[in-house]
């Protein structure tokens, strides 16, 4: 409580001070000013002073930094292709205007009266500029949707109107169509709309789908008298009967699209194993990718690629054998219910077409965690044990990894069957052809719909691994033996294709 006005220190200064704040506050009594200090009424106004300021809008959590992981694959977007400009309603220009005098005048009305006509005779009249479209491109200097989730609208811009002073004369023009709206995503996008039908899937640099068509231009109208709208419809149809023509003149409006865009990358072997396994490391040996190594678990948060380069024992071919990999984060037991992070980024290995089980040999049990993640992927999509697949005993440069590597290969051996020779190998068409009839969630988190002989599949019924590698990344240890196998099946599923 704040007292605004305080007890003045003398009378003539309270009632000299005659401004409309003390007149009103204090009164003076019938213009009569007591020199009795005693009988001076002192009035306070107690108010309460409000501290809280204007209350700003709740900022969302700055979870895009904190947990980028969450939001780099998926996002929905609202586009707006740019509404149509207007035409307008003109009128015949005065014929019987006084005759001109001069030569350049007589020139100028001559071009004047020479309007824009098609082959037929008829009048051109000029039309709205066309709304901007909004197309969505795959470019490859982008590798992730996280910016979609700070703007998330996008607005094509209207099409110009017809710049018409109320006149037909030669010299109008249509208006300006507006440019396309070019939103670049990342190659690898599916942009389906918001819970509906696949729009396109944007695997290559370069590929893009119209999501929004921009509105028509509205047409020009002739406004004539009655007595003279017969002879002029026999130059022009654009003739205004009524005022309720006047709508054609307006431009159409443009389309609004809500539009789901999900990332899978695009790689041609995927590592999948557990925490810790030594996936990131693999990858930084192998490519010249850089992730992030340290030796506690989810160091991968995001989906890393690499650039394998091509087989040298094939001369000039080499440069047509290189393979994308794609480091993937760790898989828990307990995935598909959601601990660890999940397994909603398992959809980045649709587009795969050689799976890599990076497994710690030096592990307590190595066996079970293969088949823990072995166990993941089915749950997932039964489709991913049907691809060709290497397993990798990483750390064999510690001794107890070294000593039982033999039993190990011995029993990963035993967890399947020979692959039938007639059984066609997933080809990158074949993975990028699940896109359109999977079913399942938006978000990918779900799998298809899964056929009784697939639900009914053990671990050991899928096809055994093509090659069981044991190397010591970190060492340098048979890396190359490594790289020799990945190649091999890569050229299995080139050949299947």
């Known amino acids: 409580m704040v007292s605004l006005i305080s007890p003045p220190p003398s009378t003539s200064y309270l009632f000299r001070h005659k401004s409309s704040f003390y007149g009103t506050v204090l009164p003076e009594r019938f213009g009569q000013v007591s020199q009795n200090l005693n009988n001076i009424r002192y009035y306070a106004i107690s108010c309460r002073l409000s501290t809280r300021a204007k209350e700003s809008p709740a900022q969302k959590p700055n979870t895009l930094i904190k947990e980028p992981h969450k939001y780099f694959d998926q996002v929905i977007i609202t586009v707006r292709s740019g509404d149509g400009g207007h035409g307008a309603v003109l009128n015949m220009p005065d014929q019987r205007a006084s005759k001109p005098q001069g030569k350049h005048e007589k020139e100028k009305l001559r071009r004047k009266s020479l309007f824009k006509r098609d082959f037929g005779g008829s009048l051109i009249l000029p039309v709205g500029g066309h709304g901007g479209d909004v197309v969505i491109y795959a470019d490859e200097g982008k590798d992730s949707l996280l910016e979609f989730h700070t ?69 020009s109208l002739v406004e004539m008298p009655e007595h003279s709208r017969k002879k002029l419809m026999a130059l ?64 991968t948060l995001m989906p890393n690629l690499g650039r394998l380069d091509g087989d040298p024992s094939l001369g000039p071919q080499m440069y047509s054998s290189e393979a994308t990999l794609a480091d993937l984060p760790g898989l828990i037991e307990g995935a598909h219910l959601g601990k660890g ?79 039938p020779s007639s059984e066609p190998e997933m080809s990158s068409t074949g993975a990028v052809q699940q896109l359109s009839s999977e079913g399942g ?13 697939k639900k009914d599949k ?38 299947a294709n």
């Open 341 to 419: 992070l999940g397994r909603n980024f398992l959809r980045h290995l649709r587009r795969t077409r050689l799976l890599v089980h990076v497994v710690d040999a030096a592990a307590e049990n190595p066996v079970n965690d293969y088949r823990t993640v072995k166990e993941e992927l089915r749950m997932y999509n039964p489709d991913y044990l049907e691809r060709p697949y290497i397993v990798v005993l990483n750390k064999i440069d510690l001794p107890e990894a070294k000593d039982r590597l033999p039993s190990l290969t011995e029993e990963i051996m035993k967890l399947g069957v020979d692959r």
């Open 441 to 453: 969630n938006a978000d990918g988190s779900s799998p298809r719909v899964l056929t009784k002989d």
């Open 151 to 219: 703007k998330n609208r996008y607005n094509a811009k209207r099409g110009g109107n017809v710049a018409a002073m109320g006149v037909l004369t030669a010299q109008l023009h249509d208006g300006l169509s507006a440019p396309t709206l070019r939103i670049p995503v990342p190659p690898g996008t599916v942009v389906k709309r918001k819970r509906g039908t696949l729009l396109a899937d944007l695997a290559r640099p370069g590929d893009e789908v119209l999501v929004a068509r921009g509105g028509q231009g509205g047409i």
């Open 458 to 495: 053990d671990i050991e019924d899928y096809p055994r691994p093509l090659a069981i590698v044991g190397v010591s990344v970190l060492k340098g240890i048979r890396v190359d033996e490594m790289l020799k196998e990945i190649r091999a099946g890569l050229r299995k599923c080139r050949g």
């Open 236 to 299: 022009t149809t654009n003739v205004m009967r009524d005022d309720s023509d006047k709508v054609l003149a307006v431009g159409q409006p443009g389309e609004e699209v809500s539009l789901e865009l999900i990332l899978r990358v695009v790689a041609d072997v995927g590592l999948v194993g557990l925490p810790n396994a030594g996936k990131s490391t693999l990858l930084s040996a192998t490519t010249l990718a850089r992730p992030d190594i340290a030796d506690y678990p989810f160091t």
